[in-house]
Every structure is written in structure tokens, then in C-alpha cells.
């Protein structure tokens, strides 16, 4: 079983397209994350949900927006899509301290 | 601000020994962990040290000095699977999120 499970796992689409990306987890864990990884490998937090609450937004732009439906999901709509937001985007989870994460693969999302 | 730096890259042979530094800018620190990443894959946890002082597990060992800043993960026995990415991070403010360095590639040669 995958403890941290994001669909899809590849995106390509065009600019100005809205697309979405999912992520479930079967740890139990309180915690859940979106993190963008660039073309420079650097991991950047977005998003950090707790019990379906967020906790933290970083500066990221409003076209990015997560959904918490219970704590076992937390999904990535991003509308209008660039250039730019091509990327890795990995899910985690965590419990407790948030020292040690469980990332999902990871959704590589190409913006042509 | 909340910055941590370590190396871009470090080349080693198998069989040896190799330590990647991380130094930190931070307050409200809780504690220093160390991810794995190899191409193509997700990062995976190595370690977490919230205390001062060495952690081992198996070939890899973590240490942290909070008074210095800075802390390291110390890789013994080389083998060629361990060439990865390294990630230092460290816990944010609130002790809520992970901020990760830039990462340090390891490139291990026969």
C-alpha cells in the first residue's frame, strides 16, 4: 500500500489551463503539505493543512488554491496556469513535529 | 529570515567517507532533518536531530550544534546508490513546516 499517493503523476497542458492534482494519505497523519520542486531541484513549501485546517500560505500566487475535504486528502487546483508553474509538485504528511515527511511521487506538471 | 545553506556538490569514490554541511539563519528553530532524493524520485527521511549531538543509523550519522548553526550528515562506506541529492532542513517558526536547503548532489564513482 502507498502510504502517500498524488494523481496524476505526469501533467502537460497549455497556458491559461486550469488543472488539478490530488493526494491522499493512509498514514493517519494530522499534517498535510504541497511542496513545489523547480527545474533547480529547491523544494519550497505552499501549503500546510492540518485536521483540514490551514496553517500555512506561503507567498504563493491566489491562481493556486488547496482543498482539505477530510484529513486524508489534500488536492492542488491551480487556475490560469503559466509558464512558470511547470514543476514537481510533491504532497506529504507528517504527524506530530514536523521533523520527518512522507512524500507522495510526485506530479511533474509541464505548462507548454 | 529562515535560510539554510550547504554545498551544491560533493564527488567522492566508494568505500569513503563524506560529510555534507548545513548552516542555518533561523529563530524558533526545533530541530535540523536530513532527506534523500534521487533523480526522478521523492525525497525520503534520513534523519532528524531536535537535540544537539550525533544520531546514527546504520552507514549515516546526523549532528547538530544549535549554538553553532549548524549542523551535518556524515556518510561512511560509500556505494554507488547513495549518489542522491542531500537535503538539510529545518523546522520553521511555528514548528509547523519543513524549509529545505538547496540540496547537495553526491556523486559517488567507482
Known amino acids: 500500500d502507498t502510504a502517500v499517493s498524488q494523481t496524476p503523476k505526469y501533467l502537460v497542458t497549455q497556458m491559461g489551463n486550469d488543472k488539478s492534482i490530488k493526494c491522499e494519505q493512509n498514514?493517519?497523519?494530522?499534517?498535510m503539505y504541497w511542496y513545489k520542486q523547480d527545474s533547480k531541484k529547491f523544494l519550497k513549501i505552499m501549503f500546510s493543512?492540518?485536521?483540514?485546517?490551514?496553517?500555512i500560505n506561503e507567498t504563493v500566487p491566489n491562481r493556486f488554491s488547496p482543498k482539505s475535504p477530510d484529513k486524508a486528502h489534500l488536492n492542488l487546483h491551480i487556475n490560469s496556469l503559466e509558464l512558470g508553474d511547470s514543476a514537481v509538485y510533491f504532497c506529504?504528511?507528517?504527524?506530530?513535529?514536523?521533523?520527518?515527511?512522507?512524500f507522495g511521487e510526485g506530479s511533474r506538471l509541464t505548462v507548454l | 529570515g529562515q535560510s539554510l545553506e550547504q554545498p551544491s556538490e560533493v564527488t567522492a569514490v566508494e568505500g569513503a567517507i563524506v560529510q555534507i554541511n548545513c548552516t542555518y539563519q533561523?529563530?524558533?528553530?526545533?530541530?535540523l532533518s536530513w532527506y534523500q532524493q534521487h533523480d526522478g524520485g521523492a525525497p525520503t527521511f534520513l534523519s532528524y536531530?531536535?537535540?544537539?549531538g550525533l544520531e546514527e543509523t546504520g552507514r549515516f550519522s546526523s549532528f547538530l550544534s544549535r549554538s553553532d548553526s549548524y549542523g551535518y550528515l556524515l556518510l561512511q562506506e560509500l556505494q554507488m546508490k547513495d549518489s542522491a541529492s542531500y537535503f538539510c532542513?529545518?523546522?520553521?517558526?511555528?514548528?509547523?513546516?519543513?524549509?529545505f536547503g538547496k540540496g547537495t548532489t553526491l556523486s559517488v564513482s567507482s
Open positions: 506529504a504528511s507528517s504527524q506530530g513535529r514536523a521533523g520527518e515527511l512522507f
Open positions: 498514514l493517519g497523519h494530522d499534517t
Open positions: 493543512y492540518n485536521n483540514k485546517e490551514l496553517i
Open positions: 533561523t529563530s524558533g528553530f526545533y530541530g
Open positions: 536531530n531536535a537535540l544537539d
Open positions: 532542513a529545518g523546522l520553521d517558526q511555528a514548528g509547523t513546516a519543513l524549509i
